[in-house]
């Protein structure tokens, strides 16, 4: 299967075998990953990460997957002492960030960036993150979580919280529909999941529910994935606080919960998961942060050529 020198912009853009490929590729990786075997795939390559708005686990998880392969790192820094400053456009500062590394992992808070970036590119690269649209490697790293602690297979996930400007659920919806998962979307009436992503949804024959209300649905689900109502992506405060609060997962309401079910989140929290959930069988949302690592480096070693 071909990887070599490919993007990797948008979940839409992998079919469901190359998904698989890509996690089998996690899986050979995870005891790299944890530090329990040594890897030299990297060894002589840069992983450039410009990242023009702030991450951490994004940014880490891409570091140390760059450095537990043998790799080195060349980091754009503080965008306020870039070029960027200086008026140069984007597409420069791709052209010219290529003939100093070998793979660019960027981070942009407009839509399309991405895309458009490896229109300008000559080596690969890798959306981490653009506007709330896409975030393809927080959806692998997520389908990996799933897969580890429960099935992918005809799962019957439940996605709450900002639904209307989650970049991450976006992409799971797709990435979940190739394995005929049964979805249903929680969030308060201002936070709907878009329409048009539940309408493809439906064509492809997926079942879908939505409600507001998480004690409907938390004993009929194997997993719950929560996100933070987001403030950078609200253009009205007023919006925000009106529905920051709505939706929380305590220990109270995992009384109802299927015993195996399984709590993921991107991260950061605020207030929608409860510390007292944190001690529970129930949370993987730890775990799914490391997941992170083995992921990326397997996105990383195939896009760079360096694995088969």
């Known amino acids: 299967m071909l990887f070599k020198n490919r993007h990797v912009i948008s979940m839409k853009d992998f079919s469901r075998e190359e998904i698989d490929y890509v996690l089998d590729t996690a899986e050979k990786l995870e005891p790299v990953a944890r530090g329990e075997e040594k890897s030299r795939l990297l060894d002589g390559k840069i992983v450039s990460l410009l990242f023009f708005e702030p991450s951490t686990r994004t940014r880490l998880s891409f570091e140390v997957a760059t450095r537990r392969l043998g790799g080195q790192v060349l980091n754009l820094g503080a965008v306020e002492a870039s070029s960027v400053m200086k008026g140069e456009n984007l597409a420069d500062t791709i052209r010219v960030i290529s003939k100093y590394a070998d793979l660019i992992v960027l981070r942009h808070p407009l839509d399309g960036s991405a895309r458009m970036a490896a229109e300008f590119a000559s080596v690969p690269i890798i959306n981490g993150g653009d506007g709330s649209v896409h975030h393809p490697t927080q959806t692998f790293l997520d389908l990996y979580t799933i897969r580890r602690e429960s099935h992918l297979e005809g799962l019957k996930i439940a996605m709450a919280g900002d639904l209307k400007y989650g970049r991450t659920v976006h992409s799971l919806c797709h990435a979940l529909s190739l394995y005929g ?47 933070r109502v987001q403030r950078e992506r609200f253009p009205d405060p007023e919006e925000y606080e009106k529905v920051k609060n709505k939706l929380r997962v305590t220990g109270d309401l995992l009384k109802g919960a299927d015993p195996g079910l399984k709590i993921l989140h991107p991260l950061p929290r605020v207030n929608e998961i409860s510390p007292d959930v944190d001690a529970t069988s129930h949370a993987r949302y730890f775990e799914q942060a490391f997941y992170g690592v083995p992921t990326r480096m397997a996105l990383l070693a195939l896009a760079m050529g360096v694995i088969e």
């Open 181 to 227: 998962a049964e979805m249903t979307f929680v969030s308060p009436p201002e936070l709907r999941m878009p329409q048009e992503i539940v309408r493809d949804l439906q064509k492809q024959k997926i079942r879908v529910k939505e409600t507001d209300s998480l004690e409907e649905i938390i004993g009929d689900v194997e997993v719950l994935y929560m996100t």
